[in-house]
């Protein structure tokens, strides 16, 4: 049963990885298959496969409003010039393409993910790197790697709020092991940023300056998770910290560039202006105590349903329950309409834009996204069908049982398997977290630990999700080449899961 559960996984790698198939044509074939084994093999009825199918609908617009959304606003953006403005702006204040890479692909990405969420941190930056000269599979892969680290505490704290809930434990009992683990990981991720910029030769120039933005933003989220308790803008707060530290050392053993003419602050104020705007009303939405009024007033309508209990043939019950709220007003997708609404306002009276800009715009937008839509659709049916029909714990649980002492090892892979396959360590967490709290009290380990294998494994490895991937790759003009996206970003992935995983193994020993 664990290689029929495992199946759909396999054959999306081999034709993604190597065939090189897009992901919709992979994301169709793993979904027939699930399909297939879910009704042959786990006992999956019309009700079981109903109520998934109404999960992943539910699922699938969560997702889509928030890819949508941001590809409005690289439109909005780049009909204005603005990215070739910032990308010139970025030359400016250093020519050398490993930090260009630090500063966007990593910093600017981390703080992305810190108040957005799925895709969001590729989807807005891997235009702006290419606008500075990054080919598209390089400004796919280096945000793509650059986020991961933020995920857990990112899109303010939903993936470690959900690890939260599944367990029924306290906040302040799990967040220091993955404050800890997750801000370990950040040293890394600097390095691994710079290599796929660059080569070998830019670790050797810029390792220093990538540990030490890694040591700040991770220190900072460390510090604002665990010490003020404040862990849903950890990732937000450490993005801050990257930036100021990035800007400030940006020129640090580097001659200054120069160029015939500079850009003068007006212009490069109001290119900026989308992406300040997608700040301020992030924080005046979601983060300002005072806008808690405004906050409880765009909260109230949602998208909400209850589910039945569904029990396959074979026993396995999929408890009742209901969707996660998702808020029209105050959604991700939401503050990324505003900002892009706000931003063609503003880019429109500077006289940045011919007649009928906005049509050009959405149908842009329509015409690129559709096929993604698509993939990002199969891709979550699949999983849902898996989760519903008992697939994802049968792996689960096969897996724990064949490494037994070894478990520790094993945890965070267990945990990046649930977010490849849903895409979110959100739902990772939903799905494994109780299943690796009551593995680890069999087996005596700490909880605390195991969990943080389980949300720092998921949260890395979740960015090379195919449905993220479809994200990256159509805002960066490589829609249908997700198969090469993947083959050079799944090393990077594999080896901070792979640090994850001895970290969690290492600690264990000293607790044990």
């Known amino acids: 049963m664990l290689l029929l559960a495992l199946l759909p996984i396999v054959l999306i790698l081999i034709l993604m990885v190597g065939y090189r198939w897009g992901a919709a044509r992979a994301g169709a074939a793993g979904y027939l298959i699930a399909m297939v084994i879910a009704l042959a093999f786990y006992g999956a009825n019309a009700q079981v496969l109903a109520y998934a199918h109404a999960k992943a609908i539910l699922l699938t617009f969560d997702v889509l409003f928030i890819i949508w959304a941001a590809y409005i606003l690289y439109r909005v953006s780049d009909e204005a010039g603005a990215i070739e403005i910032i990308g010139e702006a970025l030359r400016q204040l250093t020519s050398d393409k490993g930090m260009q890479a630090i500063l966007i692909g990593w910093i600017f990405a981390s703080f992305l993910q810190g108040t957005g969420g799925f895709g969001v941190p590729?989807?807005?930056?891997?235009?702006?790197?290419?606008?500075?000269?990054?080919?598209?599979?390089?400004?796919?892969?280096?945000?793509?790697?650059?986020?991961?680290?933020?995920v857990t505490f990112g899109s303010l704290g939903s993936s470690?709020?959900?690890l939260i809930s599944a367990t029924n434990l306290d906040a302040a009992y799990l967040a220091p092991e993955s404050a800890l683990f997750l801000g370990l990981?950040?040293?890394?991720?600097?390095?691994?940023?710079?290599?796929?910029?660059?080569?070998?030769?830019?670790?050797?120039?810029?390792?220093?300056?990538a540990l030490i933005i890694g040591g700040a933003m991770g220190g900072v989220q460390y510090f604002v998770a665990v010490k003020l308790g404040l862990w849903n803008i950890g990732s937000f707060a450490g993005g801050i910290a990257g930036l100021i530290v990035g800007v400030a050392i940006a020129y640090w053993g580097e001659a200054s560039p120069k160029h015939e003419k500079s850009i003068e602050a007006k212009p490069l104020l109001i290119?900026?202006?989308?992406?300040?705007?997608?700040?301020?009303?992030?924080?005046?939405?979601?983060?300002?105590?005072?806008?808690?009024?405004?906050?409880d007033a765009l909260g109230e309508i949602s998208v909400k349903t209850d589910f039945p209990e569904t029990v396959t043939s074979t026993g396995f019950i999929s408890p009742a329950g209901s969707n996660k709220a998702i808020p029209i007003f105050t959604h991700a997708g939401a503050i990324l309409l505003y900002s892009s609404a706000a931003a063609f306002v503003i880019y429109q009276r500077a006289g940045l834009y011919k007649k009928r800009t906005g049509r050009k715009i959405l149908s842009q937008t329509a015409r690129k996204m559709t096929t993604s839509s698509l993939s990002i659709a199969l891709m979550v049916a699949m999983a849902v069908v898996m989760q519903q029909a008992g697939m994802t714990e049968a792996l689960a649980q096969g897996l724990a049982e064949s490494a037994e002492k070894s478990y520790p090892f094993f945890a965070s892979w267990i945990g990046g398997i649930g977010a490849f396959m849903t895409g979110s360590n959100t739902n990772s967490n939903v799905v494994f977290a109780a299943l690796q709290m009551r593995t680890a009290e069999l087996l005596s380990y700490s909880v605390p630990i195991i969990l943080a294998a389980q949300t720092s494994g998921a949260g890395l490895a979740s960015v090379i999700a195919p449905?993220?991937?479809?994200?990256?790759?159509?805002?960066?003009?490589?829609?249908?080449?997700?198969?090469?996206?993947?083959?050079?970003?799944?090393?990077?992935?594999?080896?901070?899961?792979?640090?994850?995983?001895?970290?969690?193994?290492?600690?264990?020993?000293?607790?044990n």
Request: proline letters at 5%; charged letters at 10%; a positive charge.
């Open 467 to 511: 449905a993220k991937l479809i994200v990256g790759a159509s805002t960066a003009g490589m829609e249908g080449e997700e198969g090469q996206v993947m083959r050079a970003v799944i090393g990077y992935s594999g080896g901070l899961v792979l640090f994850i995983s001895l970290l969690t193994t290492i600690t264990i020993l000293f607790v």
């Open 271 to 295: 290119a900026l202006s989308a992406y300040l705007i997608l700040i301020l009303i992030t924080a005046s939405i979601l983060l300002i105590p005072s806008a808690n009024p405004l906050k």
């Open 160 to 162: 470690f709020n959900a």
């Open 122 to 150: 590729v989807a807005v930056t891997a235009p702006l790197l290419v606008g500075l000269g990054f080919s598209p599979l390089a400004a796919v892969v280096i945000p793509t790697i650059g986020h991961g680290w933020a």
């Open 185 to 209: 990981a950040a040293l890394p991720t600097g390095l691994m940023v710079v290599h796929a910029a660059d080569g070998w030769g830019a670790v050797k120039r810029l390792g220093i300056k």
